[in-house]
């Protein structure tokens, strides 16, 4: 409901149900028959679950100026679309070459409970965006991104065998590729409910409990190594010598002090927060990650 009531008309939603057991597709249908602007995109597919759901949506729905990820439980503000509208045009208009490169609108947004009660802000994030800063941390979430026809097919992965998240890598190859424009204006409620909320719901404390928890004691950074190797796999040879030589140092899987010692004296942020930062400084320290 809320997205259908953005107050920027011009807009279409196509919407996959990704194996519902309960009356989703019941519900979707009566909103499909009353508003034109609703498709259900249909297939046979079953549940893909995240993010190839999202992948899937990218690949069949009909070429458009813009598009946007939404989740089944946030909630848009009704200004959403047309503020991220007015900021891409605004870009585009910036640009003389003729030539139009891959965009990406992130906005700020609020955390809240099931039952409306404000949790806290997203952070502010920093305009000036590099590709260092993509590497292990997300500078937004996929419900709060706006992107262009050419972000959208340069983001699509040549394979499915990578569960990386879609937000991940749309956020990477706007970077690598071209440009993410930072609005910090919440344009969104995300929703917490009370079964599912996390450690980045709480203080410094726990936030650095969970990172040593799933990181340093857990598979996560394993993870993370692996989605920087199919991006280096997928994207290499397009990207900037800089970007590229950045990407190998934290790709490798060679076991070598001097590339530990690389890693660990990097010079510049990779995480915003200090202590994200110390927990990934000793990973690479230990030839954890």
Known sequence: ???????????HVYVRDDGSKDNTVEILEKYEKTDKRVTIVRDNLGNLGEPYSFYRLMTVCPAGDYYAFADQDDEWKKEKIRYAAETLICEEEKNVSGTKKPL????????????????????KQNPDVKFCHVLYYSIGSG????????????????????????????QRTAVAFGKVIIDNRSTAKHIRYQDSVTADDSSNEKLFVSWLKNEFFGNKACEEKKFLRDFMQQYGKKLSRHDYRTLRLFATNKKNPIIYLSKVFY??????????????RFMFLTGKL
């Open 1 to 11: 409901d809320s997205i259908l009531k953005q107050d920027y008309d011009n807009i």
């Open 267 to 280: 010079p510049h942020r990779l995480r915003t927060r200090f202590l994200g930062e110390v927990v990934l």
């Open 104 to 123: 990406l609108y992130i906005s700020s947004y609020e955390y809240c409970t099931e039952d409306g009660k404000y949790i806290r802000d997203f952070p």
């Open 143 to 170: 419900f709060t991104m706006v992107f262009n026809d050419e972000e959208r097919k340069i983001s699509i992965p040549a394979h499915l065998n990578c569960m990386e998240l879609h937000d991940r890598r749309l």
